[in-house]
Structures are given as C-alpha cells and as structure tokens.
C-alpha cells in the first residue's frame, strides 16, 4: 500500500521556541499536504523533528526512522528536510521507495548553519534510479544558498525532474499566500 512521510525544514532557534508559531510539521502547506493525500487514500505522516533548529543528524534519522519505509513510499521534504532526504538515501543504497518530492532542497553549500548535518557524505549518482521519480522544486526568489543546492543537484542528479516557478519564494506561506499546493498534489497523485 502506498504511503508518504513529508519532511519539514529546520527553522531558526527563535521560530522553534516562539509559542504563537504552529510546530513545524503544522506550518506552510504541510497540513493541506497531509490532508490531499489522505483522501486519496494514502497513509501520510509529518514527523516533528524536536530541536529541528540544531540539525543534529541522529535526532533527525531517529525520528524519521520511526516509519516503515519502501518501494511504495513517498519522500516529501522541505528545505533541510529536501536535504535529509538526499542524504539518507544517498547514505542507504539499498532502499528503493516511490516518488521523491524535494522542495526548496537546502543541503548548506557555503557551510553557515549546520554542524555536520551535511558535511560526511556524496550524493549517490544512481539515487533517482532507486525510486520512481525525483521532482525538485525551485523558486526563482528562493535565497542563494537553495540555489546552489539545486545546482549541485542538477549536477550530481541530471535524471531528476526540475520544476521551476515564479516568486514562490522558499515556499513558505508567506510567500506563496496559500496553504494549497496543487503542483505538489499533482506530482504526487499523478500516475507517471
């Protein structure tokens, strides 16, 4: 049976501990995400990864690694959790899953926010052939550092998809002034 866990971003310190802020798997178009594959009867989750701020890998994969993970699985993340998904199946050959939908993909090329979250591994050239489709978001007024992630992606990965959009910012809320996501939905539901 098909299934999905989407993957939230590492906000900054300040954001995390806010209390008039939602938690992370609560923000942007997440919960609407949930909710449309739901309906279309696939079981979906949306860890919440504790002290998302600090990047701190083995929290990350302990809470990931909670769920079952396999050739009908879909791998959705935003931002840092994009970049932990290129990372985790980069680090485990061995696991084939259904489509992978990387949003924002963030993997810190210029070495600023993440101790080693990013630091001690390569993207595994045969990753895309693992799974039934990498799809990469990127918005032309995303920051500089998305940019140089989906560059090194184009790179290392020329068989995934790219999609490109106009002033979707780094597709948060704010940004995009809705919490639905239909391209996404669409990628995801779609049977190609």
Same mark, same amino acid.
């Given at each position: ?88 199946? %980069? ?5 084939? +899953?259904? $489509?992978? #939908? ?6 810190? =090329? /210029?070495?600023? &926010? ?24 990127? %918005? ?5 550092? +998305?940019? $140089?992630? #989906? ?6 990965? =020329? /068989?995934?998809? &790219? ?30």
């Amino acid at each position: 049976m098909k299934n999905a866990i989407i993957l939230h971003g590492g906000p900054d310190k300040e954001e995390y501990y806010d209390p008039a802020m939602p938690s992370q798997s609560n923000q942007h178009w997440l919960p609407w995400l949930q909710q449309q594959l739901l309906i279309h009867d696939i079981p979906t989750v949306t860890p919440e990864v504790p002290w998302s701020f600090d990047r701190n890998w083995k929290v990350w994969n302990r809470e990931v690694e909670r769920f079952d993970m396999g050739t009908e699985t879909m791998l959705i993340g935003h931002s840092t959790g994009a970049g932990f998904w290129i990372k985790y199946l %980069s680090i485990h050959p061995e696991l084939q +899953v259904d $489509k992978v #939908v990387l949003v924002a993909p963030w993997l810190d =090329p /210029d070495h600023e &926010y993440t101790k080693d979250f990013f630091d001690d591994f390569q993207i595994d050239p045969l990753l895309v052939s693992r799974t039934k489709g990498v799809t990469i978001f990127n %918005s032309d007024n995303d920051q500089a550092s +998305v940019h $140089k992630t #989906v560059e090194i992606l184009r790179e290392k990965l =020329p /068989d995934a998809q &790219y999609k490109e959009f106009h002033n979707y910012g780094h597709f948060l809320f704010e940004d995009m002034h809705t919490h639905a996501f239909a391209e996404l939905k669409e990628v995801l539901v779609s049977n190609s």
